[in-house]
T-cell receptor
Framework: GAGVSQSPSNKVTEKGKDVELRCDPI?????LYWYRQSLGQGLEFLIY????????KSGLPSDRFSAERTGGSVSTLTIQRTQQEDSAVYLC?????????????FGPGTRLTVT | DQQVKQNSPSLSVQEGRISILNCDYT??????FLWYKKYPAEGPTFLIS?????DKNEDGRFTVFLNKSAKHLSLHIVPSQPGDSAVYFC????????????FGQGTILTVHP
């Protein structure tokens, strides 16, 4: 079956522009997570969705970051007024176990470069 | 405050020998631990996990050991193969974290033929 997919794979944008990153989780997975990996850093949690609701947004670094999930499936991460420090690889993961102790399956990521 | 630490940025081993990757954590609420492997330009791939009710879990060439009193876990790869060369991340979850993973910084493993 299909794994987690993300688009675009690469995005170069100018400082101050808005960007949208998309994630298609594994079919049937109710839990969806966004992480990011900045250069030389580990993966950093951003937001968690259970179905269409987001009970944990604690990792979003500023109010320029928002995310939504529709139909319990596709999720979009939006970054407004991008800054150079937003440059990172943004990773999406899904899991069959909401908030439980199960592995998360990751997509290939979107590499965002803000110039 | 780094709750999951991988203190070795890199590890180099000979093909056929054992690779041992280490991870320490500080949050006593963590009760489930995972290892992921990552190749360049790809997302992390799940390798193996362990619950805090166990102290060992084995899957083929991969074994994870958990020492709760020391808040330490390790991943053993035996025998190591050149295709194992990648970045290895330790991750943990637990408490009321909704399953979100806290990752270490990663260890670059290089297996020489």
């Amino acid at each position: 079956g299909a794994g987690v997919s993300q688009s675009p794979s690469n995005k170069v944008t100018e400082k101050g522009k808005d960007v949208e990153l998309r994630c298609d989780p594994i079919s049937g997975h109710t839990a969806l997570y966004w992480y990011r990996q900045s250069l030389g850093q580990g993966l950093e949690f951003l937001i968690y969705f259970q179905g269409n609701s987001a009970p944990d947004k604690s990792g979003l670094p500023s109010d320029r970051f928002s995310a939504e999930r529709t139909g319990g499936s596709v999720s979009t991460l939006t970054i407004q007024r991008t800054q150079q420090e937003d440059s990172a690889v943004y990773l999406c993961a899904s899991s069959s176990s909401p908030g439980g102790r199960r592995e998360q399956y990751f997509g290939p990521g979107t590499r965002l470069t803000v110039t | 405050d780094q709750q999951v630490k991988q203190n070795s940025p890199s590890l180099s081993v000979q093909e056929g020998r054992i690779s041992i990757l280490n991870c320490d954590y500080t949050n006593s609420m963590f009760d489930y631990f995972l290892w992921y492997k990552k190749y360049p330009a790809e997302g992390p791939t799940f390798l193996i996990s362990i619950s805090s009710i166990k102290d060992k879990n084995e899957d083929g060439r991969f074994t994870v050991f958990l020492n709760k009193s020391a808040k330490h876990l390790s991943l053993h790869i035996v025998p190591s193969q050149p295709g194992d060369s990648a970045v290895y991340f330790c991750a943990a979850t637990g408490g009321t974290s909704y399953g979100k993973l806290t990752f270490g910084q990663g260890t670059i493993l290089t297996v020489h033929p």
